[in-house]
């Protein structure tokens, strides 16, 4: 099992920057990748930034040039730093750590993924 704990969300004018943090504890061995999703009211959740263990960074379009994910593997944390906010950044954003295994059957892999509480995002205009 994995626990994640998120900090760092709030309100924040247009323009602005927030950074969150995303502590994870428990089976941490076990994880393959670490990132944050997050979900606007009426939306479905979705992928912001991802990173692996061995370093390789993924963003969806919107966010590219904006933010940041990064880990700091002595403190098992993964930050997202969020600079140039638009109100369309407003939303819960969850973090997330997915452990890779071997299927039952030959070849196959499962996901595990593992879900922090959320924090919430809210960018003014």
């Known amino acids: 099992q994995v626990q994640l704990v998120e900090s760092g969300g709030g309100l924040v004018q247009a323009g602005g920057s927030l950074r969150l943090s995303c502590a994870a504890s428990?089976?941490?061995?076990?994880?393959?990748?670490m990132g944050w999703y997050r979900q606007a009211p009426g939306k479905q959740r979705e992928l912001v930034a991802a990173?692996?263990?061995?370093?390789?960074?993924n963003y969806a379009d919107s966010v590219k040039g904006r933010f940041t994910i990064s880990r700091d593997n002595a403190k098992n944390t993964v930050y997202l730093q969020m600079n140039s906010l638009k109100p369309e950044d407003t939303a819960v954003y969850y973090c997330?750590?997915?452990?890779?295994?071997?299927?039952?059957?030959?070849?196959?892999?499962?996901?595990?993924?593992?879900w922090g509480q959320g924090t919430q995002v809210t960018v003014s205009s």
């Open positions: 997330n750590a997915r452990s890779v295994k071997d299927g039952v059957v030959a070849g196959t892999v499962v996901n595990y993924d593992y």
């Open positions: 428990g089976s941490i061995f076990s994880i393959n990748a």
């Open positions: 990173i692996t263990s061995g370093g390789s960074t």
